[in-house]
């Protein structure tokens, strides 16, 4: 099943403990957007997740809803895999994968950076890379006591994986890191970065009194949507 895991594997005939990081981003490049997110979900490959998909897909089959690789932003626009599919639907889809984020044993972090602070993709690399350098220093015990990290990422954007690359490469041990092209498509895991950076960008647009029809829609007044989303996911971070 794309996006499951074996809890660990043997090496030599020890038990290695090995850490999944999966990475998303809102904005791009080209600095058109008000913000810059990086978005980093940590699984711990001996939490077996296969029940939770397992019953998150039966949850869809019984709902009569349809088994697509979960993509925020198509799904509460109406685009791409939802072309054509009711809001009411999409509302459906949205709430079976958040009750199923619930139940998934993963922790994110997130960096949010204001565009208009940083001129240049460089500037935006070298931020997000000093954040991230800091994170792991800050929780350098708990990721020295995993014997291989993976990170996956498609590389979307350059600044992104340059940033992670560098802070990666410069706080852990290289020869334990292997890095990983990946597919919302084929990772439930990527599918959950892109949920939560997605929601975090929505807070930072409902603070900004900047949130859009289509937010009110799906998560109703800043109020709702903080008691509710935001609150479930930010118990999972770091």
């Not at 334990?176 to 970065?193: E, H, K």
């Not at 807070?203 to 799906?218: G, P």
Request: charged residues 25%; aromatic residues 14%; proline residues 3%.
């Amino acid at each position: 099943m794309p996006g499951t895991f074996s809890p660990v594997f043997l090496f030599l005939g020890a038990i290695v403990q090995e850490l999944s990081i999966f990475i998303d981003e809102s904005g791009s490049d080209g600095l058109k957007d008000q913000y810059y997110l990086l978005t980093l979900v940590f699984h711990e490959q001996k939490n077996d997740i296969s029940k939770s998909v397992g019953l998150y897909e039966s949850s869809l089959a019984k709902k009569g809803l349809p088994n697509i690789p979960f993509h925020a932003s198509p799904l509460l626009n109406g685009h791409d895999r939802y072309t054509g599919m009711e809001i009411a639907d999409r509302k459906r889809l949205l709430f079976a994968f958040r009750v199923f984020i619930r139940h998934m044993p993963i922790k994110y972090t997130c960096i949010a950076l204001k565009t208009k602070d940083h001129p240049t993709t460089d500037d935006i690399s070298n931020t997000m890379r000093r954040q991230l350098v800091d994170f792991l220093f800050d929780s350098l015990s708990y990721f020295q006591s995993f014997d291989a990290v993976k990170i996956y990422y498609d590389n979307g954007q350059q600044s992104v994986a340059e940033a992670v690359h560098k802070a990666v490469d410069y706080v852990l041990a290289k020869d334990a890191i292997t890095y990983r092209g990946a597919s919302p498509i084929n990772y439930r895991l990527c599918q959950i970065a892109d949920y939560i950076c997605t929601m975090e960008f929505t807070a930072l647009k409902y603070a900004d009194k900047t949130s859009t029809s289509t937010d009110e829609k799906f998560f109703g007044s800043w109020s709702q949507f903080k008691r509710g989303i935001l609150k479930e996911i930010r118990l999972k971070r770091i």
